[in-house]
């Protein structure tokens, strides 16, 4: 799906930004698609490097059936090349590099069926690259009832998301910066697309929070993250959750001390200044990670990590105090910390 081909034997995906010409026997950028005989083939349909049954907040979902399961699964490969990547060790390996399986939307949908979890997370490397199988396999969630999630760095076209985006319930999208420059020294990529796709995203009916990891003397200018800010708000909502993480050194960041907790206390406030009303910091133990009712101030829902320890909410979504709509997708259950110890 998603290329056309061009005069002679070349290809053009059309799946990223990218736009990746490939010749005939050769492989795009992100290593997984391959040109043969001028048919576009993924080396990735069903290959899955990891199953686990998440807590919907290590998306993180915190609006999104708070307190619920998720059943999460992953490929690999990345359309992105970002040097603080967690789960490098599958972003960045290519087929035959890393331990994997094979599966089928069938296969994936029934084990989440019986392990209780009432969604999928496309989730751990970039999903959209497993476009094809994400596509087949939450058309067969959808047909049964569960729900399907993309955590994802949003790098893909207009072209390839729409047909996509129908079958997609809730998404976290990582903007990673806000500058054009930072995602071209960085990521190897442009920041615009992803901008884009949030926003059809968000036009087509998926539930949308988003993610920015706060690097210390990268991405953690304060008027960088204002201008942040006021986009999430001026076009997603300012009910849109937002969630700071913190940075730890990893892969080729080591060398890169985490985030002290007063930047993303700061970062948070500047969210907050500027009218966005549910705003997070992750990554770290802290009353940040609670929802407030951004009228009252009244405690809502009350985290320990990924559990849900106090829930006060009307039925209708409602802060029981002052009856502030909150924006919250399905229902909120507890989930007691014992479990996940």
Not at 54 to 65: G, M, N, R, T, V
Not at 98 to 106: G, L
Request: hydrophobic share 35%; net charge neutral; charged share 25%.
């Amino acid at each position: 799906m998603a290329y056309t081909r061009l005069n002679g034997t070349d290809v053009n995906c059309k799946l990223c930004p990218r736009g990746c010409i490939i010749k005939n026997s050769k492989r795009g950028v992100c290593r997984v698609r391959e040109n043969r005989d001028r048919t576009l083939f993924t080396l990735i349909y069903g290959t899955t490097t990891a199953e686990a049954i998440d807590p919907i907040e290590k998306k993180p979902l915190f609006h999104f059936w708070p307190g619920s399961d998720t059943y999460s699964i992953s490929t690999l490969s990345c359309t992105l090349f970002c040097p603080w990547c967690q789960n490098w060790e599958i972003s960045q390996a290519s087929p035959g590099e890393v331990y994997s399986h094979e599966n089928t939307p069938e296969g994936l949908v029934k084990a989440a069926l019986e392990s209780g979890s009432r969604s999928i997370s496309y989730t751990y490397n970039e999903p959209l690259l497993w476009y094809e199988f994400v596509y087949e396999t939450s058309k067969v969630a959808r047909d049964n009832k569960v729900q399907n999630i993309l955590v994802t760095n949003g790098y893909i076209t207009e072209e390839a998301l729409l047909p996509l985006v129908k079958y997609i319930d809730a998404a976290n999208i990582d903007i990673k910066g806000f500058t054009e420059d930072f995602y071209r020294t960085y990521c190897r990529g442009s920041l615009e697309p992803v901008l884009l796709a949030t926003k059809l995203m968000k036009r087509e009916g998926t539930h949308i929070e988003v993610t920015n990891l706060v690097i210390p003397g990268i991405n953690d200018s304060l008027e960088e993250i204002r201008q942040l800010v006021r986009w999430v708000k001026d076009n997603l909502g300012a009910d849109i959750p937002l969630h700071f993480s913190r940075f730890f050194p990893h892969y080729k960041m080591a060398d890169i001390h985490a985030t002290p907790f007063a930047t993303l206390l700061k970062v948070k406030e500047i969210a907050e200044e500027e009218g966005l009303q549910f705003v997070y910091i992750g990554n770290v133990a802290s009353e940040s990670e609670n929802t407030y009712c951004p009228n009252c101030k009244n405690l809502l829902i009350r985290r320990m990590g990924f559990d849900v320890l106090k829930v006060d909410l009307s039925e209708d979504k409602r802060c029981p105090n002052c009856g502030f709509k909150i924006n919250i997708v399905g229902e909120v259950n507890t989930r007691s910390f014992i479990r996940w110890w």
